[in-house]
């Protein structure tokens, strides 16, 4: 990094702009419906549509694991920038589903990619939150010299989950997205980032087993409890209309916009009732927010660049567009980030 440059910031001068140069995903093969969950627990297609809006969602192979779905969203990202893996400063991974539980995803990743000796670290434990608290990270990373991030979002959250649970496990799927940031050039300037944490209401979406106040033991492993994701459904629907719909009104308004300046909201795909919320509170029509929970259910971290990435395949997304990306998460934490294209 350019210490004098560094220097110069930290005397008053302006700090780089960051921008988005590249953007990819990645989905795995296998489509697993309502139907399919409904031959292994009590529910129906029915029962899933209607309080999530989730018709089906991908689930990975045998021989795929966190690491290969970073990957392969990665390489698309730095293809689509047209960067190669030594063209990176920095990799952050935000995943709340490790590779393994140390080292981190990122170091793996990192040296899958071919990527120099640099910096490269997860943020894990945020949630559905993490990626767009990754972009924030990365954004004061350049303003500090990084030419060039790599910021991924990933959950493979299929093996993690009590697949008796109907509550939880018809909720997720896997997925990965990434976007390459950089100090210049790119398809999109990233104006604005908002975040906040509230820890009093962390009970209310948590996993409780596996840490240093309830460690992992032989009898958890038989009950299950390593796999028991507590959710307390109407206090997180709440809380997270509340605070993403909150959330963009606050970055519109730091960057001088207000709502009816946003061409498009990319919202955490958690579940249609809390995106419709969303909507609702900012007064925004269903064509301004994007919505692709149907196809992939709750892909945590990945959801926001997932659906970023397909909306700017999808042509969903134009030049002089503001788009917003919105999402909360455990902790509990929320972010969002005001992107101009």
């Known amino acids: 990094m350019d210490g004098m440059g560094t220097l110069a910031r930290l005397a008053g001068e302006e700090a780089p702009v960051s921008h988005i ?8 093969e296998r489509v697993m419906t309502n139907d399919d969950w409904a031959a292994l627990v009590d529910t129906s297609d029915e029962w899933i549509t209607a309080r999530t809006g989730i018709k089906e969602r991908r689930i990975a192979a045998d021989d795929e694991t966190t690491l ?48 120099r000796e640099v910096p490269a670290y997860d943020l894990g434990g945020s949630g559905c939150a993490g990626f767009v608290q990754a972009v924030d990270v990365a954004r004061a990373r ?14 493979l959250i299929s093996r993690l989950i009590n697949k008796t649970d109907r509550a939880t ?3 997720f799927g896997d997925a990965a997205g990434a976007v390459v940031m950089g100090r210049s050039g790119g398809r999109a300037q990233v104006l604005d980032v908002v975040a906040g944490t509230d ?14 106040r309830h460690p992992f033991t032989m009898e958890a492993a038989r009950t299950g409890a390593h796999q028991d994701l507590v959710m307390d459904g109407r206090r997180v629907f709440k809380e997270a209309v509340h605070r ?24 955490h795909q958690a579940n249609k009732r809390i995106i419709d ?16 929970v149907d196809r992939y259910g709750n892909t945590g971290s990945a959801s926001v660049p997932l659906a970023l990435w397909e909306a700017v395949r999808r042509d969903r997304v134009s030049d ?22």
């Open 320 to 341: 002089g567009d503001l788009v917003v990306l919105t999402a909360f998460g455990a902790g509990f934490h929320w972010a969002a980030a005001a992107v101009q294209f």
């Open 199 to 212: 820890g009093s209401k962390a009970e209310i979406l948590t996993l409780l087993t596996g840490g240093s």
């Open 277 to 292: 919320a969303v909507g609702a509170r900012l007064g925004v029509d269903d064509e301004r927010v994007y919505v692709n």
């Open 21 to 28: 140069l590249g953007f990819g995903g990645y989905v795995p």
């Open 68 to 115: 290969t779905m970073s990957a392969n969203a990665a390489r698309l990202a730095l293809e689509d920038a047209g960067l190669g893996p030594q063209d990176l400063d920095e990799i952050i991974v935000a995943t709340d589903t490790p590779e393994v539980y140390t080292p981190d995803t990122a170091s793996f990743l990192q040296h899958d990619l071919g990527a």
């Open 169 to 171: 496990a018809v909720l």
């Open 244 to 267: 993403m719909s909150a959330a963009v009104e606050d970055v519109v308004a730091r960057v001088g916009r207000t709502v009816d300046d946003i061409s498009l909201i990319v919202p």
């Open 142 to 155: 350049i303003a500090m010299g990084a030419e060039r991030v790599l910021v991924v979002g990933v959950e």
